[in-house]
């Protein structure tokens, strides 16, 4: 909970990420509250007693909403998908204005990669943002299982970290000041 205030207040792609992983994380522990207190939360030695009450909480809470979403198995919470709608909608807007024209470069930069992981099998009602949140996800999943990325893997997924970082920004631009289209 603590992690995913601070990454959505300051890194809206990397708090998306993290949502994900979140949810995943519920799932391997079966979304049984019992084993995440027992395997999951004593991780977090540097949590007061307080603060592990409010994990609790927020982790009981995400819980319930998977159930209620019927996103137990698979699939993203609704509040994650709202999300992803903001950053594929602030997309569309800044590759409409001619006013950022540095974004539509770098868009343009890494349509390459979005085109060849959807040829790979991406699902092809996903938005192309969606596409590289699932390319830097998946990756990031392959590193934690101590996989091998080949080097055009290595270069894709930093072309497409760039791409997301850049979105990021002006998601925060627009937040705190407001964009101009």
């Known amino acids: 909970m603590f992690i995913a205030d601070k990454l959505r207040k300051e890194n809206i792609v990397g708090y998306l990420l993290y949502m994900w992983q979140m949810e995943d994380t519920l799932r391997v ?7 995440l207190r027992r395997e999951y939360i004593p991780r977090f030695t540097q949590l007061t007693d307080e603060q592990v009450e409010e994990e609790e909480l927020w982790l009981t809470n995400l819980i319930r909403m998977m159930n209620k979403e019927g996103v137990r198995e ?7 998908r709202v999300t992803l709608q903001q950053l594929v909608e602030l997309n569309q807007r800044l590759l409409d204005s001619s006013e950022y024209p540095f974004y539509s470069a770098e868009y343009f930069r890494v349509l390459p990669y ?6 790979r099998g991406a699902a ?6 969606e596409t590289c949140l699932n390319a830097v996800y998946g990756v ?3 590193k934690m299982q101590g996989k091998t ?7 894709a997924v930093k072309m ?4 997301l970082g850049m979105l990021n920004d002006y998601y925060q631009k627009d937040k705190k000041e407001g964009l101009k289209f």
């Open 29 to 35: 522990y079966g979304c049984d509250m019992g084993r």
């Open 160 to 163: 497409i970290s760039t791409f």
């Open 114 to 119: 979005i085109v060849e992981l959807r040829k």
């Open 149 to 155: 990325l080949s080097p055009d893997t290595v270069h």
């Open 74 to 80: 698979t699939g993203h919470l609704q509040i994650n």
């Open 140 to 142: 990031t999943l392959l």
């Open 124 to 129: 092809k009602d996903e938005s192309e943002v």
